[in-house]
C-alpha cells in the first residue's frame, strides 16, 4: 500500500474550517487507497501569540522554557485534526513529537533530530490508523521538549517520510507551488511542475520562502521526494525530485530574492592570514549567521571585506567587527540596511557560462548598481539596492524567458 | 528543609501580571527557606476555549483526542511561570505530566493516578530548581495523555505532596479559604480557620466548591495537610487536617446548598426486592452521577422512589426511568428542575443529636417546605424549593449562629 506524509502549515489549519477542510482531504486520500501520516503545525499565528505572551510575562526566557511553550500549539492542532478526522469516520490518533519518538539533541530552539524511531506511528499505521503528529518538536536525549528551529515542522514531515520510507512528502502551504518568481512582482511568474533539489536548495538560500532549507536538505539526503502544493486549490504544484540526467536541464529555473539581510563592510583590513577567520568566528560565536562574503584582492596590502547578515542580526554584527577593528588593525566598519539580493538559480547554468554576463548586462542596462557578487554552481547573485530589487526582478524574469508564454 | 506544594488555579494565573504576582509569592516563599514545587492549571477560560474550539470542528470527539487537546492549557501556563520565576531570579523548570510521572489508568476525560514516581522532580529539588508541574494530566500505562477530571489540578498537587512527602499542600484560588456559607448569600459568614478532612469532604459534597471531593479523599487518604487561601490577598486561608480528638467540636461548621441538582420521582414502585437494584444499575450505566436517594416505607404494596441527580443528566435519567417504568410495573416518572439542597455539615453533630429537630424548625417557621431529607454522620441535608434556599441558607446560618460576632 503506497504511504504519503502529508504536511499542512499553520494557515491550512487556522482555524475550524480550514481544519475541516485538511480532514476532508486527508480522508479522500484514504479513499484512493493510500495511508497517511499528517503531520500539523500550529493553528494561525499561534504561535506568534505565544512568543509575545512570554514577552509580557518575563524578559528572562529559558530555551528549555521557550521550548515548552511554543510546543504547545502543535498539541492544539493535532488533536483538533483528529477529531475533525473521527467526525468522518476515519480513525485517527494524534501524537506529540515525544509521542512519535522524533529524537534530538540537546539544543533548545533548534535542535536536530539524531534519530526517529517512529514505533507507534507504524503501530497505528497497522491497526488502519492515521497518525497525526505535532510538527515542529521532539524530545531529546535528556528527555526535554525541544523544537527544530524554522521550517521545523516540513522537517519533521521529512523525517518521518525517511524514516517510515514513504512514497512521497507532500508540503501543503497556501501558495501553490514554486515560481519561477515571486508572483506579487511578476505577475506572469510560471509554476515550476518539478525542480531538482539542488535547484531547490538554491532558491531555498536565496529567498524563496516556500520551503526552509534544512528540510530541502533533509529531503535530499533521504531520498524523499517532496510535493509542495496548495491546500487550498488542492491542485497539483511542485515536485522536488532528484536530478534526472536524461532530461535537457533550463538554463535558468527561477528568479529569487531576497530583502531580509543587511550588508557589513570592514574597510582597511591587513592582508594577512588569519584575519577573516578571526572575524567570522567572533561572529559565529554570537550565532550570526553570515550569508555571502565578499573580499577583494588586496591592493596596498589591505583589502575591504562585505558581508551579508540578517537584519535583525545587523546590531550584534556591527558591534562585533568594530570591537575587533583595534585587535586586527582595520580601518572602520560600516551597516548599510538597504540592500537586496537577486538571484538567478537553475542546474542549466553548470554548462551555460554566458549567464553571468547576461545578468550583468540586464541589470546595468536599467542602471541598476550591483554591489556585491557570488555564485555557486547552479547560482549567480547580486547584492542591489532595495528600492531597485523588484525592478531587477522582473527584468531578468523577462530577459531569460521564464513566463509560459 | 521544608517543603511545599502550591498550587495555582486559572484565575490565579489568568494573565502575565497574575503570572508574575504568582512567581513573586513563589520567590518570596524559597527565600524564606521553603522548598517548593508549583502545579498550575491552565491560564483563566483556557480550557473552556479549548472544549468550544472543538465543538466547532468535529461533534465526534474521541476522548484520547479531547484529552491530548485539553492538556494543552496547562502546557501553556506552566513554561510560563517557569519563565516568570526567571526573571526572578529563581532557576525554575516546567515538567508536563508525563515528565512528572504522574502515570495514570487508561480512563481518558477521568483518569485515576496509579503511581507518582516524581524521580525528575526530586533531581530538580536537589539541583536547587523550583519545579513548575502542568496540573490536569498524566501519562496512561498505554502512553496516552491523559486528564483528571473536574478538579485535577488540585488532584495534581495533592498527589504530588504526598509523593514528595510535602509538609502542606497550599491550595491558591480566588477566595479566601472555606467559609462557614457561600459569603455571597451570608455576608456575615466566617472564614473557618481549621475544618478536618471529614467535614471537608461533607462540605465538598454538599455544594462547597472550593475544594473538588477527589482532591480532599486523596489528601486524607494520604495525610496531606492543606491550606485553601487566596492568591489575590495572600493572606492565610484556611486549613484542612486531620480531626484533632482533643478539641472542643463546633456543632455545626458551615451551611452550604447547592442548586445544580434535579429530582426524579419513580410513583408506585412495587414493594420487591432487586428493583431499586435494577434502576440505579440502569443509571450507573449511563453514567448518572445519582446524590440523594429516599425511599418512603410501603404502604399498599407499592413506593415512591426520589432521587436527586446533576441537572444536565436529568434528561437522561427520566429517559432510563420511562424506560424501565413498564418491566418493573411501577407508576409514573416526573422530574423536577426547581429544587435545591441546604446542608448542614459539623462533626460535632455526631454527639448532638438535636441539630435535625432545630434544622426542621427553622425551615417551618419561614413556612419553607422540605421536599426530601438526608444525612450522613456529620451531615444533614434538605431539598426545598431554589427560589426558597438562599432564604434557607441565611436563616439556618443565624439559627446555629455561625456568624463571627
Known sequence: MALVVQKYGGTSVSDAERVRAVADHVARTRRRGTD??????AMGKTTDDLIRLAGDVSAVQPPRELDMLLTSGERVSAPLLAMALAGLGVDAASFTGSQAQIITDTTHLNAKI?????????????????PVVAGFQGVSLDRDVTTL?????????????????????????????????????VPEARRLARVSFEEMLDIAAS????????SVEFARNHHVPLHVRSSFTWEPG????????????AVVTAVTHD???????????????????????????????????????????TTDISFTVPKTDLDVSLDVARALVPEIGAG???????????SLVGAGM???????????????????????????????????????????????HQAFELSDG
Chains 1, 2 share one sequence.
Not at 115 to 130: M, S, T
Open 149 to 185: 528551529g524554522r521550517g521545523g515542522s516540513d522537517t519533521t514531515a521529512v523525517a518521518l517520510a525517511a524514516a517510515l520510507d514513504a512514497d512521497a512528502c507532500e508540503i501543503y502551504t497556501d501558495v501553490s507551488g514554486v515560481f519561477s518568481a515571486d508572483p506579487r512582482i
Open 350 to 396: 553548470r554548462s551555460h557560462p554566458g549567464v553571468s554576463a547576461t545578468m550583468f548586462e540586464v541589470l546595468a542596462s536599467a542602471a541598476i548598481n550591483i554591489e556585491m557578487i557570488s555564485t555557486s554552481s547552479i547560482r549567480l547573485s547580486c547584492v542591489v539596492r532595495a528600492d531597485r530589487v523588484e525592478e531587477a526582478v522582473r527584468l531578468l
Open 114 to 130: 539524531v534519530e526517529v524511531r517512529a514505533d507507534r506511528l507504524r503501530a497505528a499505521l497497522a491497526e488502519g490508523k492515521v
Open 332 to 342: 572602520e566598519v560600516m551597516g548599510d540596511d538597504g540592500i537586496a539580493k537577486v
Open 207 to 214: 529567498g524563496g520562502r516556500v520551503l526552509a532549507l534544512r
Open 259 to 301: 530583502i531580509s539581510e543587511a550588508k557589513v563592510t570592514v574597510t582597511g583590513v591587513p592582508d594577512k592570514p588569519g584575519i577573516a577567520a578571526q572575524l567570522f568566528r567572533a561572529l559565529a560565536d554570537r550565532d550570526v549567521n553570515v550569508d555571502t562574503i565578499v573580499q577583494n584582492t588586496s591592493l596596498h596590502g
Open 36 to 41: 497517511v501520516v499528517v503531520v500539523v503545525s
Open 238 to 249: 511542485t515536485w522536488v525530485v532528484e536530478e534526472d540526467p536524461s532530461m535537457e536541464q
